[in-house]
Nanobody, 126 residues
Framework: QLQLVESGGGLVQPGGSLRLFCVVT????????IAWFRQGPGEEREGVSC????????NYGDAVKTRFTVSRDNAKNMVYLQMNRLKPEDTGRYYCAAGRDVYITCPIADFAMDYWGEGTPVTVSP
């Protein structure tokens, strides 16, 4: 089966940090972009980041620019999302998704994604 499994979520105080993990099985990362999305309580799904197969192109949503960093290790079938200076509005369920590398801009968009994980919850609260 083609799967993505997120982990690393939890409870953190404002200003703290978390590192999320996305493990991919069933297909190669070499020809797939990986994007992160999140959805807060009562909110629409929001794009967080996208990273190209070789890591050379990365994009971030406006709300997380300068605070989040995405990276990948294709040999380990692993993608990371480092989240720093967390704010209460960062609370939500975080999903990783994989898409075929056909959009050269690496868009953080649902239509470009083919596979989705179940998500991992992140709560930022004092």
């Amino acid at each position: 089966q083609l799967q993505l499994v997120e982990s690393g979520g939890g409870l953190v105080q404002p200003g703290g940090s978390l590192r999320l993990f996305c493990v991919v099985t069933g297909f190669s990362l070499d020809d797939h972009v990986i994007a992160w999305f999140r959805q807060g309580p009562g909110e629409e799904r929001e794009g967080v980041s996208c990273i190209s197969p070789d890591g050379g192109r990365v994009n971030y949503g406006d709300a997380v620019k300068t605070r989040f960093t995405v990276s990948r290790d294709n040999a380990k079938n692993m993608v990371y999302l480092q989240m720093n200076r967390l704010k209460p509005e960062d609370t939500g369920r975080y999903y990783c998704a994989a898409g075929r590398d056909v959009y050269i801009t690496c868009p953080i968009a649902d239509f470009a994604m083919d596979y989705w994980g179940e998500g991992t919850p992140v709560t930022v609260s004092p």
